[in-house]
């Protein structure tokens, strides 16, 4: 059976195959009149025809997708980003190609350049590291990008990312109210823009609560994860100095805690509280509940998209970035310090 073509569509609703290839195609639809682009869209479903994307991508050098660079697609962190970041692209006719990187140079490089091989207009990249020659390269080489949740310090692009700073100051507040004096921080890796952020942003609130800023009581984790969570809360219970509770990088940070806990018999939040930071899905399931501080996640990824998009549709665009608010969700893992 011959697939039906534009020209078939075009046909059957009575008009010239160019006014149904605008009424095919969301970007354009809105040059069509109403009820033209209604018949030619019933006209298309009634006789089964699929546009080409690639045939209008080779007549329009536009293919409707772009690329988006995750980290670790296991981190849950993650699944209501790509989900804003989806929803947004499709209300105009998006899609958007995903890979995964593993925190792997190499491989983020080889993912990339698949992506760019696809044609992708632009890219949404959630891996950025503070110094990322990568980046570097191809913004040099005009390629459009937005940053998810990160920043580099030698590139002025786009970028989405919750208010770090008020999110860690929320945290200690909450702790100092409780009576915590001694105050550790389990920071996330300083090669990227959030670890940096947190960690600069705790010592801040530290302060500003007149707490005691002392070095002993902070522990860079090796990766977002929650193996190195725990290998930096063994880390910090070696040095054998005081502290009553914990603000944790990122909740996977936090949970690598909770394996300590239950491997020493240490009672949380009876012995040390903890908070957590994005509050990514399950937390309230945990034992205790974490309290954390809440990311909007969905939010963040669909402001990155329409970032790309308004730098797709005008290149050149002054870069701007979004910040957006966060909250605390308190649960059971924080109480008032013994």
């Not at 329009?60 to 209501?80: C, E, H, K, Q, W």
């Not at 007149?210 to 725990?230: C, H, N």
Request: hydrophobic residues 45%; contains cysteine; glycine residues 6%.
């Amino acid at each position: 059976m011959v697939a039906p073509t534009l020209r078939d569509v075009a046909q059957l609703a009575g008009v010239h195959p160019a006014t149904a290839s605008r009424a095919l195609n969301p970007q354009t639809r809105p040059l069509v009149n109403t009820d033209t682009a209604r018949k030619v869209l019933r006209a298309a479903e009634s006789i089964g025809y699929q546009p080409n994307p690639i045939a209008r991508s080779l007549k329009t050098a536009r293919t409707s997708t772009v690329g988006l660079v995750i980290p670790d697609l296991t981190n849950p962190l993650f699944p209501p980003i790509v989900r804003g970041i989806e929803n947004v692209l499709a209300e105009v006719g998006y899609s958007a190609w995903i890979v995964n990187t593993d925190h792997d140079p190499a491989r983020e490089e080889r993912q990339v350049e698949s992506l760019r091989s696809r044609q992708v207009e632009g890219l949404i990249i959630a891996t950025a590291r503070r110094t990322h020659p990568l980046l570097v390269r191809l913004h040099h080489q005009g390629v459009r990008m937005v940053l998810v949740n990160r920043r580099v310090d030698e590139l002025d692009l786009p970028a989405v990312t919750a208010d770090d700073d008020a999110g860690v100051a929320m945290a200690v507040s909450h702790l100092a109210a409780l009576g915590h004096t001694r105050i550790a921080h389990l920071a996330g890796p300083m090669d990227t823009s959030t670890g940096v952020a947190r960690a600069r942003a705790f010592r801040h609130a530290i302060r500003d609560h007149g707490l005691p800023d002392d070095p002993a009581l902070i522990v860079e984790a090796g990766y977002w994860s929650e193996t190195e969570g725990a290998i930096a809360l063994r880390t910090l219970l070696e040095r054998d100095t005081r502290f009553t509770a914990i603000v944790a990088g990122n909740d996977l940070i936090a949970l690598g805690c909770y394996d300590v806990f239950a491997e020493l018999g240490i009672r949380c939040p009876g012995d040390i509280s903890v908070v957590g930071f994005n509050d990514m899905p399950f937390l309230d399931k945990m034992n205790p509940p974490l309290t954390t501080v809440r990311i909007p996640q969905y939010e963040i990824g669909g402001e990155a998209a329409r970032l790309l998009l308004d730098t797709i549709d005008d290149p050149e665009r002054h870069a701007r970035s979004v910040l957006l608010p966060p909250s605390l969700v308190i649960r059971a893992s924080t109480t008032a310090a013994g």
